[in-house]
C-alpha cells in the first residue's frame, strides 16, 4: 500500500472590525439588515468613485500582524484583482498582493497528543469583501451588496499544516487572536471569519507538491476539520486506483458528508493583478508601527503560561480561563477580590470553572456572559464566607447558582435564611447520635466495624442532609469516629 504525505495551506479571511467599510463612510455593522440596505456609490462601484482607505483597518491589520508574530512591512501597496462575478460589483477587487502590509510570521498549536507545533503565516494583507449571493428554492440567485466593501484581513499560513486536526488548531487559534485583540468580531456563524483550505497529496518520496485542491468559505472549526478528512481519503482512493487529482475549488456539503466540485482552480495570473490607480502605496513609519505594537494587550498564550506560573493553575485550568480575553479579566479580578478574605488564585478557578461553567453550559450561554451573571462581588463574596468557614462548600454551592439565576447578594442569603455553618460539638453530636439510631445507618455502621472505613460517608451524609448541609463536616467526622468508637 503506498504511502502518502499531506500538505495543508490555510487562507482565513476575517472582517475587520471597524464602524465603516474599507474604502467609503457606509457603515460595516450590517447584521441583520435588509437586503441592500447598507450600501454606497463607493460600495456598489458606481461610475466616477474613488476609494478612500479606513485608517482603522490599517491599524487593527497591523496589530493582528504582530500579534501573530509578522514583521509589518513600512510599505505595502494595493493592487486590483480582476475576475468578474456577480457579487463583484465593479468587476475587480482591491486588495493586496506582492507587497502585503504584514509577512513571515507563525503561531504555535498544541495538538491533542500534546506535541508543539509552529505553524508559518505567510503574510497578511487587507483587502475589501465581496457582496453574497442569496440562492433561493427556485434555482435563482440574488444578490445582497451588504458586505461589499466591508473591510477584510486574508491571513495566508505556510503549507506547514499535516493533518486536519491541526488545520482546526490553526483556525482556532488565528480566531481566538484576532477577537481577542479586537480586531474582528470572529462570529463564524455571520461570516465574519471564514476558512478556505487547501490540501495536496502525493506518495512518500516525491518531492513536488500534488494537485492542489481548495475548499471553500468554510465557517466552522469542526467542518474545517471533517472537509479535510474526506477530501485527503478521496485524493487517495483517486490516485490508488491508477486516477489522478484534478486540480479545482470545491465546496463542503455538511449534509452529505463530502466536498463537491465547484470550478477549475485559478491561478495568480489568471487574476491579472496590477498596482491600484486611485491609492498611492501605503507608508508606515517605525514610529507609528511602535505605537500599534504598544496597543496591544498581554496575548493569550503568553497569559496562560503567567497563569501557571503566577497562579500554580495546571495547564489544562490555565488554557480554559485564557480561551476569551473577557474570561481572563473575569478570572483576574475575582483573584484579587477573593485575596482580600485570604483565597487563592486556585480555589477562584475551581469556583469559575467547576460551578460557573457548568451553569453557563446548563443554560446554553457563552462563558463570556459569567461576568454579567455572577459579578466579581459576588463571587469573592461567597468564596470569603466559605474560607471563613461561615458556610459549608456544599451551602455555597447552592447559594451560587441562586446568585448566579437571580443576581442575588450570597452575604445577604446567608442572613436572612440563617445559613450559617453549625460547628457547635454539642448541637452536632445530637444529629450524630440520631444519625447512628437510624435503622438506615445499620449496614453502614456494620461496615465500619468490619473494618470498612470509607463507609463512614454513608454516615457522614446522613448527618449532613438532616442539617441541610450547615453542619461542619469535619467536625461530624470526629464526632462520628468518637460515637462508633465508644459504642
Known amino acids: 500500500m503506498t504511502a502518502y504525505l499531506v500538505t495543508i495551506g490555510l487562507e482565513i479571511h476575517a472582517h475587520i472590525k471597524t464602524a465603516s467599510k474599507m474604502f467609503d463612510g457606509c457603515p460595516a455593522d450590517y447584521a441583520g439588515a435588509p437586503p441592500n440596505s447598507y450600501v454606497s456609490a463607493v460600495s456598489l462601484g458606481l461610475p466616477g468613485t474613488l476609494p478612500v482607505l479606513n485608517q482603522r483597518a490599517v491599524e487593527l491589520a497591523a496589530c493582528a500582524g504582530m500579534a501573530l508574530n509578522c514583521r509589518v512591512n513600512q510599505r505595502s501597496v494595493f493592487s486590483r484583482k480582476l475576475y468578474l462575478y456577480p457579487d463583484l460589483p465593479k468587476g475587480f477587487q482591491i486588495t493586496q498582493y506582492d507587497e502585503p502590509i504584514c509577512s513571515d510570521g507563525w503561531v504555535e498549536i498544541r495538538t491533542a497528543a500534546g506535541e508543539t507545533r509552529r505553524i508559518g503565516i505567510e503574510r497578511l494583507h487587507i483587502e475589501e469583501d465581496t457582496g453574497r ?31 486536519p486536526e491541526e488545520a482546526r488548531l490553526v483556525f482556532e487559534k488565528i480566531r481566538q487572536i484576532l477577537v481577542w485583540i479586537g480586531a474582528s468580531s470572529g462570529n463564524l456563524d455571520e461570516g465574519a471569519v471564514r476558512c478556505d483550505a487547501n490540501v495536496s497529496v502525493r506518495p512518500e518520496g516525491q518531492v513536488e507538491y500534488g494537485a492542489k485542491v481548495e ?64 491609492i498611492p502605496p501605503l507608508e508606515l513609519s517605525a514610529a507609528w508601527i511602535a505605537e500599534r505594537k504598544a496597543e496591544l494587550p498581554e496575548l493569550p498564550d503568553a497569559r496562560r503560561a503567567r497563569f501557571e506560573s503566577e497562579y500554580g493553575l495546571s495547564l489544562q485550568d490555565a488554557d480554559l480561563l485564557t480561551l476569551e480575553r473577557p474570561v481572563a479579566d473575569y478570572f483576574e479580578q475575582a483573584v484579587d477580590a477573593a485575596a482580600v478574605a485570604g483565597s487563592s488564585a486556585k480555589e477562584v478557578a475551581n469556583w469559575v470553572l467547576n460551578e460557573g461553567f457548568r451553569l453557563l453550559k446548563e443554560r446554553g450561554e457563552p462563558a463570556t456572559a459569567l461576568a454579567t451573571r455572577m459579578p466579581v462581588a459576588s463571587l469573592s463574596g461567597l468564596i470569603g464566607l466559605v474560607v471563613k468557614g461561615a458556610i459549608t462548600r456544599g451551602v455555597a454551592k447552592q447559594l451560587f447558582e441562586e446568585c448566579f439565576d437571580r443576581g442575588a447578594d450570597p452575604v445577604q442569603l446567608v442572613t436572612e435564611r440563617g445559613l450559617t455553618q453549625i460547628s457547635d460539638s454539642d448541637a452536632l453530636r445530637v444529629a450524630v447520635r440520631e ?43 470526629s464526632l462520628l469516629e468518637e460515637e462508633l468508637a465508644a459504642q
Open 435 to 477: 444519625a447512628l439510631a437510624d435503622p438506615k445507618a445499620a449496614k453502614a455502621i456494620g461496615e465500619y466495624r468490619g473494618g470498612k472505613a470509607t463507609a463512614i460517608q454513608f454516615l457522614l451524609g446522613m448527618v449532613m442532609r438532616a442539617s441541610k448541609g450547615q453542619a461542619n463536616a469535619q467536625v461530624v467526622r
Open 215 to 278: 475548499i471553500k468559505n468554510i465557517n466552522s472549526f469542526r467542518f474545517v476539520e471533517r472537509a479535510l478528512t474526506y477530501e485527503i481519503q478521496r485524493q487517495i482512493e483517486t490516485l490508488n486506483a491508477g486516477g489522478s487529482v484534478v486540480q479545482e475549488t470545491r465546496g463542503w456539503r455538511e449534509d452529505l458528508g463530502r466536498t463537491e466540485g465547484q470550478r477549475s482552480k485559478e491561478f495568480a495570473h489568471d487574476y491579472r493583478y496590477f498596482p491600484e490607480p486611485d
Open 133 to 163: 449571493l442569496v440562492h433561493a428554492d427556485d434555482d435563482s440567485s440574488l444578490i445582497d451588496y451588504n458586505r461589499s466593501g466591508t473591510p477584510l484581513m486574508e491571513i495566508v499560513s505556510r503549507p506547514d499544516v499535516s493533518t
